[in-house]
């Protein structure tokens, strides 16, 4: 083979792993539109690519209960991350390997349709469907848990933060 046929074909090469890696960095412009989650998720396709929190509202409304903490997941083979919550202490979830990840994640319970769902960066990363009373048993648990939270667990509200134009008051 000549240098000359071996050139086009390292080209090609090359603007398929360009166009590639393009793809990969634009992927939240590859995501599916919200109507298209809506439908997903309507039409009970509900996968682990790019469904996002207001997708469910959309198509579910409301949920019953909302919870937000840093949670430990383990990571499954089918893409599904189980929090730690839901597996019982010195115990690790049937399935898993070796992958575990902690995040920022936003919980929501639907107990009239027995779903559990997680999001990180407003994706969805856990689903788990179980009886309207493990929900709410879960409901409970997340309630219980925002009583004692501390300020250094909570996000700070905007009321706290001095405005700009007052300087903060110092300790006398």
Same mark, same amino acid.
Request: charged fraction near 25%; hydrophobic fraction near 40%; include cysteine.
């Given at each position: 083979?000549?240098?000359?046929? @071996? %050139? !086009?074909?390292? +080209?090609?090469?090359?603007?398929?792993? /360009?166009?590639?890696?393009?793809?990969?960095?634009?992927?939240?412009?590859?995501?599916?539109?919200?109507?298209?989650?809506?439908?997903?998720?309507?039409?009970?396709?509900?996968?682990?690519?790019?469904?996002?929190?207001?997708?469910?509202?959309?198509?579910?409304?409301?949920?019953?209960?909302?919870?937000?903490?840093?949670?430990?997941?383990?990571?499954?083979?089918?893409?599904?991350?189980?929090?730690?919550? @839901? %597996? !019982?202490?010195? +115990?690790?979830?049937?399935?898993?390997? /070796?992958?575990?990840?902690?995040?920022?994640?936003?919980?929501?319970?639907?107990?009239?349709?027995?779903?559990?769902?997680?999001?990180?960066?407003?994706?969805?990363?856990?689903?788990?469907?179980?009886?309207?009373?493990?929900?709410?048993?879960?409901?409970?648990?997340?309630?219980?848990?925002?009583?004692?939270?501390?300020?250094?667990?909570?996000?700070?509200?905007?009321?706290?933060?001095?405005?700009?134009? @007052?300087?903060?008051?110092?300790?006398?």
């Amino acid at each position: 083979m000549n240098d000359h046929a @071996r %050139v !086009p074909r390292i +080209e090609s090469k090359i603007l398929m792993a /360009t166009a590639l890696l393009s793809c990969l960095l634009a992927a939240p412009a590859c995501a599916p539109t919200l109507e298209e989650q809506k439908a997903q998720i309507l039409s009970n396709k509900i996968t682990f690519k790019g469904l996002t929190m207001q997708a469910f509202q959309d198509a579910w409304g409301k949920p019953t209960y909302r919870h937000r903490e840093l949670t430990v997941f383990y990571v499954m083979d089918d893409g599904n991350r189980i929090p730690r919550f @839901r %597996v !019982p202490v010195g +115990e690790a979830p049937e399935g898993w390997e /070796t992958g575990a990840m902690a995040a920022d994640a936003v919980f929501f319970g639907y107990a009239d349709r027995g779903e559990l769902l997680g999001f990180v960066e407003d994706r969805l990363v856990y689903r788990q469907q179980v009886p309207a009373a493990e929900v709410h048993a879960v409901g409970k648990m997340w309630t219980h848990e925002e009583r004692f939270k501390t300020r250094l667990e909570v996000p700070e509200s905007p009321k706290s933060v001095p405005a700009p134009d @007052r300087p903060a008051s110092s300790p006398k």
